[in-house]
């Protein structure tokens, strides 16, 4: 029965550490593998823009249109470049038949497909991406909007071609389906459904070179070619379309790096982090378990050692007893796989939540290998530390009822053990207090009720409809609009200067126009002046103010100050009949509050811009609301404005935006990291734990007949319970402090993604290492009040 129940544990211990383990070594090498499917690789790459005012730096993922086209013909080296840019607003496509249709659209030029190989079914992707209004489309989006034939040789995409799809953003603009293309694997940064020709837009925007850096620019360079040694040519090819002399003269600077395409993915701060706590996890769940399986083999070791000796007389050498464990080892090992695959399929769900994408898809080539090698690792090692130790066993000490003396081995076994747990508890309250920080970190703006209906389709009366259906409901307090700027998102930004001197002083965040009082629904709090009132007006964050005053002189206050901006044009006709642009005037100054989320807050100044719904000038991709908290409950008034919206405008679906979960939702990797860290504590503490019953139970028989000489000399249960408990409680409180130090590190390099973050308070450390040792004093208190207060009798009677 203890030779069952011993490999029930190990059994038990390996396939649940497997389970975790594997799981989270595929999410880690999912990660790393990014982008690397991609022939010659390592020859793309994505073009930065590096933009420096006033000794102020910023690097950003985009460039103006003409900037990839002209590395391509202008910098030696460069074999081929490409460019991407977003159209539309809205993902949602309408077929011939009106059927709507998911997928992501970007504009592409006839070069995309040199630079990203995906294979294409059907079309010339050189001669569809350079035709006006084709479009080609993924071999997905494909199959659901055109009846997909099988041919004998596979798959005939054929039926597509010449079928014409439409945006709900613009629903008369047709554009016609040329050609299809493999999808994108989900282990890649580009995830395109449809591709549009690059002619479709504008000149004006594709071959611009300054300003409107709305596109994604990459490059593949010549083999062997160093990105670094293009610096000269870069900076050549500006001077001939930027007047970057001028404008160095003026304080800014412009330059162009280049950046590994493979490498993009894992530049992110919340990547690198992720792929490092995950590591940590997983190499800790794996190795309590092996730790595990090693305790339960020295526990066993007295029972086997006869054998083992026996074995020896009859001639079993080294390569007997290795045979002998593979064989073992082999059996357990298939049985842990077994049971991991069983608890991999049983929360193939819990997996995909926490995960983001299906257990499946995360065997990519690099994760299968690691899933291999940690198997064999695991595998060696319950080969050779086994073999080992039997070895090591005399032949005679075996025959003459050897005794071992492994208590220190076990001891230190159950230590790491109670370290790795301490470790893990303590990250995971870390974890989730940052995650509450944020998430319940107001952004110095009202939200908690304010929601949004994007109208992506440029009619008027429509949305002049929506906004009176909304104003017409007694739920709704106020209704505004943003032309393209939500503050959670993190707007886009343009440049500031004053009257009467050219020079362009800071960039700014660029709220955009809002319409209606869009700062008093947001209850923006002004320190100065009001909200704007007309097109003249702007109003702008006290940081504005801050960096003003390296320019001006503003101290009897902004209020009434003019100032230019680029990207925005107030323009006015004069007496004689000419265009003339006239400053904007600050009519208030608001505190400044959260733009973006704490994980890339948005630092640079803000400015709001005045609008007013019904003016053709101006078209507000999002109409905003507010609910009364105090008219009820709110989501039983979000579906009275649905079914509102719905009565008002029959056959649309228009989406009622949540602005609380969708800043909420900014946080969910976080919130992820924080529920796997927590999912690895509680199989690693019911790993762990397994260990330590079996420890206790072992050590128990072992000294049972002391115990009973104890007792009968007048030992208590509570001296007896000591005995057990003082010794692995102290071990544990050692191992504690270490954890803590450990997770000290591991912590602080967590919270530097975050602009905000939690003080690590001693509380966190004390409260994670005592959750630990409280639950290794009651599973050893249990265990041991058996023999505690067993007879003493009955474990001396064979004496």
């Not at 409901?473 to 998102?489: K, N, R």
């Not at 020079?503 to 869009?518: K, M, R, T, W």
């Not at 999002?622 to 609910?627: G, N, P, S, T």
């Not at 954890?739 to 966190?764: C, D, H, M, N």
Request: charge should be neutral; charged fraction near 20%.
């Amino acid at each position: 029965m203890k030779g069952k129940r011993d490999t029930l544990i190990k059994v038990l211990s390996l396939g649940v550490g497997l389970a975790v383990g594997i799981v989270l070594v595929a999410k880690v090498f999912f990660e790393l593998s990014y982008d690397g499917f991609y022939k010659d690789v390592e020859r793309i790459y994505r073009i930065g823009s590096n933009y420096t005012m006033n000794g102020e730096s910023e690097e950003y993922g985009q460039v103006s249109g003409g900037v990839s086209d002209g590395f391509m013909h202008e910098v030696p080296g460069v074999e081929y470049g490409t460019r991407v840019r977003e159209v539309f607003n809205s993902d949602i496509f309408l077929d011939e038949d009106g059927n709507k249709v998911r997928g992501v659209l970007v504009a592409a030029d006839s070069c995309f497909f040199k630079v990203f190989d995906r294979p294409v079914l059907v079309g010339d992707p050189v001669q569809v991406l350079a035709k006006w209004g084709s479009v080609m489309v993924s071999r997905s989006f494909a199959e659901t909007v055109a009846e997909v034939r099988t041919a004998s040789g596979g798959p005939d995409y054929s039926a597509v071609l010449g079928k014409q799809i439409s945006c709900e953003d613009q629903p008369d603009l047709k554009l016609t389906v040329e050609g299809v293309f493999e999808d994108f694997p989900d282990n890649g940064t580009l995830d395109y459904d449809i591709l549009l020709s690059m002619v479709s837009i504008s000149k004006a925007s594709t071959d611009n070179w300054m300003g409107n850096d709305c596109y994604r620019g990459y490059v593949k360079l010549y083999p062997s070619v160093d990105p670094l040694s293009l610096k000269d040519a870069i900076r050549k090819m500006q001077e001939a379309h930027q007047p970057l002399v001028e404008y160095e003269k003026n304080g800014i600077s412009l330059a162009y790096t280049l950046h590994p395409f493979s490498k993009v993915h894992t530049s992110y701060p919340f990547i690198r982090m992720q792929i490092i706590l995950l590591s940590i996890v997983a190499v800790l769940l794996v190795l309590i378990s092996l730790l595990n399986y090693i305790l339960v083999v020295i526990s066993s070791l007295v029972k086997r050692s006869k054998e083992v000796g026996v074995r020896k007389c009859y001639g079993a050498g080294s390569k007997d007893i290795y045979l002998l464990l593979t064989k073992e080892s082999l059996l357990n090992i298939f049985l842990a796989l077994a049971l991991a695959a069983a608890i991999i399929s049983a929360g193939r769900n819990i997996v995909e939540n926490l995960l983001g994408v299906p257990f499946t898809t995360l065997l990519v080539p690099g994760s299968m290998v690691a899933i291999a090698l940690v198997v064999l690792v695991v595998l060696a090692v319950s080969i050779v530390v086994p073999a080992e130790l039997y070895q090591r066993i005399p032949v005679y000490a075996a025959l003459k009822n050897y005794t071992e003396h492994s208590r220190k081995w076990k001891l230190a076994l159950l230590g790491v053990q109670v370290l790795i747990n301490v470790f893990l508890v303590v990250m995971l309250f870390i974890i989730s207090a940052q995650y509450e920080k944020v998430v319940r970190r107001d952004p110095g703006y009202a939200y908690e009720t304010v929601f949004h209906v994007p109208t992506f389709e440029r009619n008027y009366e429509v949305q002049e409809r929506v906004v009176q259906t909304l104003r017409d409901l007694p739920e709704v307090t106020e209704v505004s609009g943003i032309e393209y700027s939500l503050p959670y998102l993190g707007p886009s930004g343009n440049n500031v200067y004053l009257p009467g001197n050219d020079q362009e002083l800071f960039n700014f965040s660029d709220l955009g126009v809002c319409a209606g009082d869009y700062s008093g629904m947001l209850e923006f709090n002004y320190i100065e002046g009001r909200a704007p009132r007309n097109r003249s007006e702007i109003a702008v964050s006290r940081r504005f103010l801050e960096a003003m005053a390296e320019f001006a002189d503003w101290s009897d206050g902004a209020v009434g100050k003019s100032v230019y901006v680029t990207g925005h044009g107030n323009t006015y006709v004069t007496s004689m009949g000419q265009m003339e642009t006239a400053p904007f005037t600050i009519s208030g100054v608001f505190e400044n509050f959260l733009i973006g989320n704490l994980q890339g807050p948005d630092m640079r100044p803000a400015v709001c811009f005045f609008g007013e719904f019904g003016d053709t000038d101006t078209w507000f991709n999002y109409v905003v609301f507010k609910l009364n908290p105090s008219a009820g409950n709110v989501g039983a008034m979000k579906e009275k404005v649905r079914q509102a919206l719905a009565e008002a405008l029959p056959g649309r679906d228009l989406d009622i935006v949540s602005w609380k979960e969708e800043i909420r939702s900014a946080y969910d990797g976080s919130k992820k990291i924080r529920n796997t860290v927590l999912l690895g504590a509680i199989f690693s503490l019911l790993i762990a734990l397994m260990g330590l019953v079996g420890f206790i139970r072992d050590e128990s028989l072992r000294r049972s007949k002391e115990m009973a000489v104890r007792k009968i000399n007048g030992a208590t249960t509570r001296d007896i319970l000591g005995i057990f408990a003082l010794t692995i409680l102290k071990l544990s409180a050692v191992m504690a402090v270490l954890a803590a130090v450990g997770s000290f590190f591991v912590a602080r390099r967590w919270l530097q993604q975050f602009a905000e973050k939690i003080t690590l308070s001693p509380s966190y450390f004390i409260l994670g290492a005592l959750v630990v040792l409280v639950i290794v004093l009651v599973v050893v208190v249990l265990n041991c009040l058996r023999i505690a207060r067993a007879n003493p009798v009955e474990s001396l009677k064979n004496e």
